[in-house]
């Protein structure tokens, strides 16, 4: 009997869970389901017209992403973002995205910096109450499939959600959309001159500003470095994003 034909085989569709997962984790990030609060499996797979086998597997898909969190004897909940927890995500952020423009820089192609020019346009053109967050994240994931770094890749994967909901719960989202467009057109620009070391330095001032914000807000330790990319007055007009 001969083996079957696994490569000719029409892909399988998602599974049910993945799709639930999906969407809430959708509303987590944009805020639709707020920090704290509780996740009924009867009500989510009611809403979702489920079973509440997927919406349990989808729980548990996202606890390991850190968006969810299961207490005993009181069910699951969306997490609550603390100082501490802005701080490990925004620092661990900053750390992988060294890498990842670094070496986009020596890899971007004319297609990478022509799809970095779409989402720019895109951002320039949105309306206040357009998904500004969801095309900051577009761009950077352009940054992390140019780094061709697999690794590097699986670890943005299961930051990037807790990094959208960041995003989406800060207060200064007017100043976000109004400069998002022009300081990721820098990022662009930058990228495309091919040279890694400035590309390292333009994220630190990117992403830096935000993270020394929040050593600030929540009383850095003591020890840490009074000099480098995270101290001092950011760059005018920088938001971090």
Same mark, same amino acid.
């Given at each position: 009997m001969a083996a079957p034909d696994l490569m000719g085989a029409p892909a399988m569709p998602p599974a049910l869970s993945t799709l639930v997962a999906d969407r809430l984790r959708e509303m987590i990030t944009r805020g639709l389901l707020a920090p704290g609060e509780r996740l009924k499996e009867a009500e989510l797979a009611d809403s979702m017209a489920v079973s509440r086998g997927p919406v349990r597997e989808a729980i548990s898909i996202l606890e390991? !992403?850190?968006?969810? +969190? &299961?207490?005993?004897?009181?069910?699951?909940?969306?997490?609550?973002?603390?100082?501490? !927890?802005? +701080? +490990?995500?925004?620092?661990l952020r900053l750390a992988i995205e060294r890498l990842a423009m670094e070496r986009c820089a %020596?890899? %971007?192609?004319?297609?990478?910096?022509?799809?970095?020019?779409?989402?720019?346009?895109?951002?320039?053109?949105? %309306?206040? !109450? /357009?998904?500004?967050v969801a095309l900051d994240l577009e761009f950077h994931d352009l940054v992390y499939a140019a780094a061709d770094h697999t690794r590097l890749q699986r670890t943005w994967n299961l930051l990037r959600s807790q990094v959208s909901m960041f995003l989406n719960a800060r207060l200064d989202r007017d100043h976000f959309r109004a400069s998002a467009w022009s300081e990721h057109a820098e990022l662009r620009d930058i990228?495309? +001159?091919? /040279?890694?070391a400035a590309a390292v330095a333009a994220v630190e001032r990117?992403?830096?500003? &935000?993270?020394?914000?929040?050593?600030? &807000?929540?009383?850095? !330790?003591?020890?840490t470095p009074a000099t480098g990319p995270l101290s001092g007055p950011g760059p005018q007009g920088k938001t971090g994003l």
């Open positions: 390991r !992403d850190g968006l969810i +969190e &299961t207490l005993r004897h009181r069910g699951a909940r969306v997490i609550t973002l603390t100082f501490d !927890d802005i +701080e +490990e995500v925004y620092s %020596a890899r %971007a192609t004319p297609e990478t910096l022509a799809r970095m020019d779409d989402v720019i346009a895109r951002m320039k053109a949105l %309306a206040p !109450d /357009d998904d500004h990228l495309a +001159e091919g /040279d890694p990117h992403i830096g500003w &935000t993270l020394r914000r929040i050593r600030e &807000t929540r009383g850095a !330790d003591p020890d």
